[in-house]
Structures are given as structure tokens and as C-alpha cells.
């Protein structure tokens, strides 16, 4: 029987010498067609640096997770739209 891997993606939502915030998309292999979204922040000057929080955990539908997609890309648009009016004005 193969192996099926749940994907699991990491990015940095921000990053400094002294903290770590990160978006990581999971799937979930018990409930098919749900994703699990989980913003965690990492202190560096901590007592331990090396912990994880848990800021933000939230199971989703892959469709909504497409629209979350879409919003970001429509609000990334406009902002580009609207910084490139400024930067022309």
C-alpha cells in the first residue's frame, strides 16, 4: 500500500532578532478536505527560545481556504494599485 504524505507548508508572516511568527497549512489526514491553519510565535529572548506557541489554530474546508486565497490575492491588487497612485501623484 503507498504512502500518502499530508502536505504541510511553512511561512514566515513576520520575522525579527527577537521574535518569529509563522503560518503553517496542514492537512488533515482523519478528515479529508479540511486544512488546518496554526499561527505560531517563537520568542528568541525567552527563557526558552526554542518553544512554540500556539497564537491562532482554526480548521478549514480546502474551499475556503481557496477564497482566503482569493481574498489575499484581491487585496494585494488593490494595494499595489494604490501604492503605485501614490508613488505617481
Same mark, same amino acid.
Given at each position: 500500500?503507498? *504512502?500518502?504524505?499530508?502536505? $504541510? %507548508?511553512?511561512?514566515? /508572516? *513576520?520575522?525579527?532578532?527577537?521574535? @518569529?511568527? $509563522?503560518? $503553517?497549512?496542514?492537512?488533515?489526514?482523519?478528515?479529508?478536505?479540511?486544512?488546518?491553519?496554526?499561527? #505560531?510565535?517563537?520568542?528568541?529572548?525567552?527563557?526558552?527560545?526554542?518553544?512554540?506557541?500556539? #497564537? %491562532?489554530?482554526?480548521?478549514?474546508?480546502?474551499?475556503? /481556504?481557496?477564497? /482566503?486565497?482569493? *481574498? @489575499?490575492?484581491?487585496? /494585494?491588487?488593490? *494595494?499595489?494599485?494604490?501604492?503605485?497612485? $501614490?508613488?505617481?501623484?
Amino acid at each position: 500500500m503507498p *504512502s500518502h504524505e499530508n502536505p $504541510t %507548508f511553512t511561512t514566515f /508572516l *513576520s520575522q525579527s532578532n527577537t521574535f @518569529i511568527e $509563522t503560518l $503553517t497549512i496542514n492537512s488533515i489526514e482523519a478528515q479529508p478536505g479540511l486544512v488546518e491553519l496554526t499561527v #505560531k510565535t517563537q520568542f528568541l529572548t525567552a527563557k526558552n527560545p526554542d518553544e512554540l506557541q500556539v #497564537k %491562532f489554530r482554526a480548521c478549514v474546508s480546502e474551499s475556503r /481556504l481557496e477564497e /482566503l486565497r482569493d *481574498s @489575499i490575492t484581491q487585496f /494585494l491588487e488593490i *494595494s499595489q494599485k494604490r501604492d503605485g497612485d $501614490t508613488k505617481t501623484s
